[in-house]
């Protein structure tokens, strides 16, 4: 019932930025934690970046100083901005939350390509 739905990523000069949304419906309540996971091809899925209902943050140290993770003003939806994007951020990007009760959901996962 509660799905995860992530905007389209793209095709991105080294350089430039791009914003990634995610949107949940099928909720009745707030997720504890709303994530960003990335996975490149011959690589493990790892951390991006998170946020909790209290505003805290966390980052990898790859992206941190160029990516900005935050709530939206619409229930349970979370937001990446990265800037400064280099051709090793390419990979396919997936949204992750935890409800009250520890149940994880996924999106469906959004292509980002870094050119240069």
């Known amino acids: 019932q509660v799905q995860l739905v992530e905007s389209v990523g793209g095709l991105v000069q080294a350089g430039g930025s791009l914003r990634l949304s995610c949107a949940a419906s099928?909720?009745?309540?707030?997720?504890?934690?709303m994530r960003w996971y990335r996975q490149a091809p011959g690589n493990k899925r790892e951390l991006v970046a998170g946020?909790?209902?209290?505003?805290?943050?966390n980052y990898a140290d790859s992206v941190k100083g160029r990516f900005t993770i935050s709530r939206g003003h619409a229930k349970n939806t979370v937001y990446l901005q990265m800037n400064s994007l280099k051709p090793e951020d390419t990979a396919v990007y997936y949204c992750?939350?935890?409800?009250?009760?520890?149940?994880?959901?996924w999106g469906q996962g959004t292509q980002v390509t870094v050119s240069s």
């Open positions: 992750n939350a935890e409800d009250p009760w520890q149940h994880g959901y």
């Open positions: 946020i909790t209902n209290d505003g805290s943050t």
């Open positions: 099928g909720t009745a309540f707030s997720f504890n934690a």
